[in-house]
């Protein structure tokens, strides 16, 4: 059997309605928060990730994105919430796995965080990829690129 992990996503107005804000000791959480497994996807190292609701033994529903250290190694840099249309991001899993993944041993993300103080936004990924937008929770936008792989993360803050 070949080790896996896909991301798949539909169009839907059913996503989290909620803010994402950032704690005194720098974490971005979103409140208020859905319930979540214990299983996470994180493609940019350990400091952040994306939730997930259980819906069968390998298939999970992203929730919403969630961040540690947030300004630890993070650039300044002016940016802009992409276009986006909201809906559903999937996620399947074709290994073994217990509580938390780390997505980038399977695809390459690109290692880089940002945050714009002046419009409190904060991104993590390859910020040049050309692709489609789906806003999976209140103010969280997925880029996908033109190989359907995910390849940056924006959250607005509150």
């Known amino acids: 059997m070949s080790e896996y992990i896909d991301l798949n996503y539909e ?11 950032i704690t005194a000791d720098q974490s971005i959480i979103f409140s208020p928060s859905p319930s979540i497994c214990a299983f996470s996807l994180y493609p940019y190292h350990w400091s952040f990730e994306l939730t ?16 540690t250290c947030c300004f630890l190694h993070c650039k300044n840099k002016r940016l802009t919430m992409p276009s986006a249309q909201k809906g559903k991001i999937f ?11 780390y997505y980038n041993e399977f695809m390459p993300f690109v290692q880089k965080k940002y945050y714009d103080p002046y419009k409190n936004i904060y991104a993590i990924g390859d910020l040049n990829a050309k692709g489609l937008g ?15 792989k995910l390849c940056a993360v924006y959250v607005e803050l509150s």
């Open 134 to 148: 789906i806003e999976f929770a209140k103010g969280q936008i997925a880029i996908f690129n033109e190989s359907n």
């Open 91 to 101: 996620l399947h899993v074709g290994l073994p796995h217990a509580d938390g993944l």
């Open 52 to 67: 997930t609701q259980r819906l069968s033994e390998n298939d999970y529903l992203i929730s919403y994105a969630m961040a």
């Open 11 to 21: 169009y839907c107005e059913g996503i989290p309605v909620g803010r994402s804000i």
